[in-house]
C-alpha cells in the first residue's frame, strides 16, 4: 500500500510539471519537443514491457510504429478515410499483422526471436521505400492532412502537445493496471518461469500473443498520432537508428519500472536537441545515424557502469534516503 | 541475351554473393560459439574493410599496404570491442549482449558516416577490368579473385580448427566450455582471438568485394544480417553455413535477375524469417521437449 | 469411466515415455484413491519425476492412459491439465522469483478467473472487485501453510523451507481436487517436515487427494496409505507401508539404504 501511495504522489508532480509546462515556456519549441518525448515514450513503455516483464525479446516496436503511421497516413492522404477513422483502421490493421506474425514467432525464444523481428524491421523498411507508388517510396509520404476529429481541427504544436502526453499517460495507466493484475501476473509469471506458469493454468503461448498484440497496437496509436503531427513520413524514420534509440531509452531508464523508459525518453530526447544546437558547428551533418553514434556509447556507458539505468539508481536513491530519514526519525 | 547465358550469369553472382556471404556467416559463428555474443557489428567489420582500404589508398598508400592497414585496423578494433565493450559486463545476458553490438554497430558506422560522407566508394579492381566470357555470360577477374579467396579462407579454416592443437582446444571450448577451463584452457584468450578472427575475415571480405560492389558506411547491416541468415540456417556449422550461404546467394542470384532487384535483400530475411519458424513447428510426439 | 469405481480420481494406465531411446517410464500402472495420500517412491533416476511431467501435461506419454475423473488427460497440455483441477509443486521450487510471496499465491487463482487483458487495463470495476477476490483467497491459502505473515516479502529473502511451502500455498490457491507434491520434505530440516506432516494431514482432511513424490522413507511411511515403488521406469511393488518395506524387489531395489 504504502509503495502504491508513493507511486500516485510522483505521478502527480509529473502530470502537475507536463500541465503548466505550456504556459511556463516561452514560445513552442520545448512544447514541439516534449511531444516528440511523448511519442517515444509511449513506444519505449511498450518495447520494455515486451523485454523485461514478459521476457519476449521483440525488436519490432519501430516496424508498428511505422506501419501505424503509414497505414493512417495513405489513407488520409487519399482522402479514403477521414483521419481519426484511419487512426483506428491502423490499428486494427497492425493488430492483425502483429497477430499473424506473432502466431509463429513468439514460440522463438531469446536470441531467434530477436533476430527474426530484427529481420521484420528491415524487411518493413525496404519494402515501404520499394512499393513507391503507394507509399511515396524513399522520398516519403506526403500530402497528409492535419488530423480533425468531429469539426475540431489539431494545429499546431500545442495541440499535439496535449493530445500526445494523453495517450502516452493512457498508456502508462494501462500498463500500470494490467501489470497489478491477474493478466500481469500472468505475464511476470510465464517469463519467471514458464513451466510453473502453465501449472497454474497459464496459457502461455496465449498471454504471449495477447501481449504482444497489445504492445503493437500502441505503437500504431503512436505512429499514427506521429504522422499526423509530422505530416510527412519516410521509410528510414523507422528503422536501425529508430531501434537504437529505443533501446537507449530502455537502458538509460532502466525496464524494470514502468516509468523508467518515460524518464528514459525524457533524457534522449533532450540530449538530442542539446547535440543539434551546440554541436551544429563541429558536426557536418546531423542525421538520426550521428546522433546513435552518441547513444550506442551511452548503452554500452550505462550497461557497464550502472546496469539498472536511472530508474534503478533514483529506486536505490529513494531507498538510502528513507533508511536514513527512518534511522534519524 | 539468351536465357542460358542469362541463367549462367545469375548464377555466376550467385555464387559470388553466395561465398561472401559464407565467409561472413562463419564470422557470426565463430563469435557465436565460442562467446555465446550474436556479434551485429560482424557486418560493420567487412564495411570497414572496404572503407579504411579505400581510406588508406586515397591518402597515397599503395593498394597492398591499404590493405594490410586496413585488415589490422580491423582486427584491432575488433580485439578493442571485446575487451573494453563485452567484457566489463557485470550481468551478461542474451539481452545485454545483443544491446551492447548493436550499440557498437551503430557507432561504427555513425563515425565513418562523419568521417568519410555517405558517398559510395570503389577500390579499383586488383587485376584490371578485362571480362572473361563463356557461355555469353561475362566474368571480371575480380569476381573469379573473391570466389579464389573466399574459399582459399574457408578451407584454411578447415584445416585450421581440425588440423591444428590450437584449433582443436578451440572447438572443444565451443562445445563445453566447463571441461575446457579444466583443461587449463584459457577462455579469455580465445574470446579475443574470436573478435580478432571474425574481424580479420570480415575485413577482408569487404576489401575483395568493394571493387565489385562498391562500399559505403551504411552496407554494414543488411550485408552482415545476410551472413547471419546463413549461420542459423546452418546450423552454426562450417558446413551447413557454406551451403546455407550458398543456396542463399543462388536465391539472390536469381531473384534479383529473374523476379526484383530493389525486393532481393526483403528474399534473404524473409528466408531467415521462414526458417526460423519451420525450426520451431515439432512433430507428434516431439510436441514440448 | 462406468466400469470404475467411484473412489478412483487418478487412474494411470501403462504410461510409457522414452528420452532420445533410454525409456523414463515403461508401461507404469497405478491408480489413487479419492481423499487419500498417495505415495510414489524410488531411487534416483527411477522416473518420479517423470511421472509427474507426463500426468501433468509438461510431456506426453509415447502410449498409454491417464484418466483424471473419468475423463481422458493423456497428451492435453499443461494449463489445460491444470484447469482440469490438478495442481502441483516442483523439486526445484520454480517460483515466479520477480513477485512477492503473495503474488504467488495470486498467480495460482489464475485459473478460477477471467477479466481479460482490457478489463484489466482499463481497471473496470468488475476486474477490481476480481482482484479483491482473489488477493483474500490468495491470503487464506498462505494462513493455510502459516506464511501470512510473509506475504509481502520478496521470494528471494525466505529460506527454503518457506518457499517449499510457498510453492504449497500456490498449488492450493488453485482450489484443486488433486495435488501432487514432487519431494516436499526435500532439504528441509526435523522441525519443518513435522510442520509439513501436520499440513497434509490437515489438507486431506479438507477432502483433498494427495499423490507424494518423495526420497525421505520415514516421512512417506508414516503419512501414506498406498506406495507405489518405480525403479529404472518400472513399477516393482504397489501395496501398503508394511507390504512394500517386506517386498523383496523393493529391498533389492534399495540395497543397503535403510527402510
Given amino acids: 500500500m ?34 516528440f518525448v511523448a511519442f517515444y515514450a509511449t513506444l519505449a513503455c511498450g518495447m520494455a514491457v515486451l523485454l523485461e516483464q514478459a521476457g ?21 492522404a487519399r482522402e479514403i478515410l477521414p483521419p481519426w477513422a484511419g487512426i483506428i483502421f491502423a490499428a486494427l490493421v497492425v493488430a492483425a499483422i502483429a497477430y499473424i506474425i506473432g502466431a509463429p514467432l513468439l514460440r522463438l525464444r531469446g536470441y531467434y526471436l530477436a533476430c527474426a523481428t530484427f529481420g521484420l524491421l528491415f524487411i518493413v523498411e525496404i519494402a515501404l521505400a520499394q512499393s513507391g507508388e503507394i507509399t511515396g517510396g524513399h522520398d516519403g509520404l506526403m500530402g497528409i492532412p492535419p488530423l480533425s476529429v468531429v469539426g475540431f481541427t489539431l494545429r499546431g504544436d500545442f495541440h499535439y502537445y496535449f493530445v500526445s502526453w494523453v495517450l502516452c499517460l493512457g498508456c502508462l495507466w494501462f500498463f500500470f493496471n494490467m501489470m497489478n493484475s491477474r493478466v500481469g501476473r500472468a505475464i511476470k509469471a510465464l517469463h519467471d518461469s514458464e513451466v510453473a506458469a502453465s501449472s497454474v493454468a497459464i496459457n502461455v503461448p496465449r498471454f504471449k500473443l495477447k501481449v504482444f498484440v497489445l504492445t503493437a497496437v ?112 | 541475351m539468351t536465357l542460358l547465358s542469362e541463367t549462367v550469369q545469375y548464377a555466376i553472382s550467385g555464387i559470388t554473393a553466395g561465398s561472401i556471404y559464407a565467409v561472413i556467416g562463419i564470422c557470426w559463428s565463430v563469435v557465436y560459439l565460442i562467446t555465446k555474443v550474436l556479434n551485429f557489428t560482424t557486418g560493420e567489420f567487412v564495411m570497414l574493410g572496404g572503407m579504411l582500404t579505400w581510406a588508406f589508398h586515397t591518402m597515397g598508400f599503395g593498394l597492398p599496404s591499404s590493405v594490410l592497414f586496413a585488415v589490422a585496423c580491423t582486427i584491432a578494433i575488433s580485439m578493442l570491442l571485446e575487451r573494453l565493450v563485452i567484457r566489463p559486463i557485470r550481468f551478461p545476458t542474451e539481452m545485454t549482449y545483443m544491446m551492447l553490438t548493436i550499440a557498437s554497430a551503430s557507432v561504427i558506422k555513425g563515425l565513418v558516416l562523419l568521417q568519410w560522407g555517405s558517398e559510395s566508394r570503389r577500390i579499383e579492381p586488383f587485376f584490371g577490368s578485362g ?23 574457408t578451407l584454411g579454416l578447415h584445416l585450421f580448427l581440425n588440423h591444428t592443437l590450437f584449433g582443436t582446444a578451440l572447438r572443444a571450448s565451443a562445445i563445453n566450455q566447463t571441461g575446457a577451463k579444466l583443461m587449463g584452457i584459457d577462455i579469455g ?19 575483395v568485394t568493394a571493387p565489385i560492389t562498391f562500399t559505403g558506411y551504411e552496407i554494414g ?22 551451403a546455407a550461404a550458398l543456396a542463399l546467394g543462388l536465391l539472390e542470384g536469381f531473384g534479383a535477375g529473374f523476379v526484383s532487384s530493389g525486393l532481393k535483400d526483403v528474399l534473404a530475411l524473409i528466408v531467415m524469417i521462414l526458417f526460423l519458424i519451420l525450426q520451431t513447428i515439432s512433430f507428434p510426439g516431439l510436441r514440448r521437449r | 469411466m462406468a466400469s470404475q469405481p467411484d473412489s478412483v480420481l487418478l487412474d494411470v494406465q ?55 475423473g473419468g475423463s481422458d488427460i493423456a497428451g492435453l497440455p499443461a494449463h489445460i491439465v491444470a484447469s482440469k483441477g490438478i495442481a502441483r509443486t516442483f523439486q526445484l521450487e520454480e517460483l515466479f522469483s520477480s513477485m512477492t510471496v503473495i503474488e504467488n499465491a495470486m498467480t495460482g487463482c489464475h485459473g478460477k478467473t477471467g477479466s481479460g487483458m482490457l478489463a484489466c487495463g482499463f481497471a473496470l470495476p468488475s476486474a477490481r472487485r476480481e482482484e479483491k477476490r482473489i488477493r483474500e483467497e490468495a491470503m487464506e491459502c498462505l494462513a493455510m501453510v502459516g506464511l501470512e505473515e510473509k506475504a509481502l516479502e520478496p521470494i528471494s529473502r525466505l ?30 530440516a526435523g522441525h519443518e517436515v513435522e510442520r509439513l506432516v501436520k499440513l497434509i494431514h490437515r489438507l486431506i482432511e479438507q477432502g483433498l487427494t494427495i499423490l507424494l513424490v518423495e526420497h525421505n522413507m520415514p516421512f512417506v511411511m508414516s503419512l501414506s496409505e498406498k506406495i507405489v515403488v518405480l525403479d529404472a521406469g518400472v513399477k516393482i511393488a504397489e501395496g501398503t507401508p508394511e507390504e512394500v518395506k517386506n517386498d523383496e524387489r523393493v529391498i533389492k531395489a534399495y540395497l543397503g539404504q535403510e527402510l
Avoid at chain 1, 557536418?284 to 550505462?302: M, R
Avoid at chain 3, 515403461?26 to 534416483?44: D, E, Y
Fill in chain 1, 2 to 35: 504504502n509503495s502504491k501511495h508513493r507511486f500516485s504522489l510522483l505521478w502527480v508532480v509529473f502530470i502537475v510539471g507536463l500541465a503548466v509546462l505550456p504556459f511556463v515556456t516561452p514560445g513552442t519549441y520545448v512544447i514541439g519537443v516534449m511531444c
Fill in chain 1, 56 to 76: 519476449i525479446f521483440s525488436l519490432a516496436a519501430p516496424t508498428f510504429f511505422g506501419l501505424g503511421a503509414y497505414v493512417a497516413g495513405i489513407l488520409a
Fill in chain 1, 218 to 329: 500502441m505503437a500504431s496509436f503512436a505512429g499514427s498520432l506521429y504522422c499526423f503531427y509530422l505530416q510527412f513520413t519516410t521509410p528510414s524514420m523507422f528503422g536501425f537508428p529508430l531501434l537504437v534509440e529505443l533501446l537507449t531509452m530502455i537502458v538509460i531508464g532502466g525496464a524494470t519500472t514502468l516509468y523508467g523508459p518515460v524518464l528514459g525518453s525524457v533524457v534522449l530526447i533532450w540530449l538530442r536537441e542539446a547535440i543539434h544546437v551546440y554541436l551544429k558547428g563541429i558536426l557536418p551533418k546531423l542525421t538520426a545515424e550521428v546522433d546513435a553514434v552518441f547513444f550506442g556509447v551511452l548503452i554500452v556507458a550505462i550497461l557497464i557502469f550502472m546496469p539498472e539505468g536511472l530508474a534503478g539508481g533514483l529506486d536505490r536513491l529513494a531507498h538510502f534516503g528513507r533508511r536514513l530519514l527512518g534511522k534519524s526519525a
Fill in chain 2, 131 to 153: 571480362v572473361i566470357h563463356f557461355f555469353g555470360a561475362g566474368v571480371t577477374p575480380q569476381v573469379l579473385c573473391v570466389v579464389a579467396i573466399m574459399t582459399l579462407i
Fill in chain 2, 189 to 207: 584468450r580465445f574470446r579475443l582471438f574470436c573478435f580478432g578472427l571474425a574481424g580479420g575475415l570480415g575485413a577482408v571480405t569487404g576489401i
Fill in chain 2, 221 to 242: 547491416l543488411l550485408t552482415g544480417l545476410k551472413g547471419l541468415v546463413a549461420a542459423i540456417a546452418g546450423g552454426w556449422s562450417m558446413t551447413g553455413t557454406v
Fill in chain 3, 14 to 68: 501403462n504410461v510409457s515415455r522414452s528420452f532420445a531411446g533410454i525409456r523414463a517410464l515403461n508401461l507404469v500402472s497405478f491408480s489413487v484413491k479419492r481423499k487419500k495420500i498417495t505415495a510414489v517412491i524410488g531411487p534416483n533416476g527411477a522416473g518420479k519425476s517423470t511421472l509427474i511431467n507426463v500426468i501433468t501435461g509438461v510431456y506426453i506419454p509415447d502410449s498409454g492412459g491417464i484418466h483424471f
Fill in chain 3, 159 to 188: 529460506p527454503l523451507g518457506e518457499r517449499k511451502l510457498v510453492g504449497i500455498a500456490r498449488a492450493l490457491s488453485m482450489k484443486p481436487g488433486f495435488l501432487m507434491l514432487d519431494e516436499p520434505a526435500g532439504g528441509l
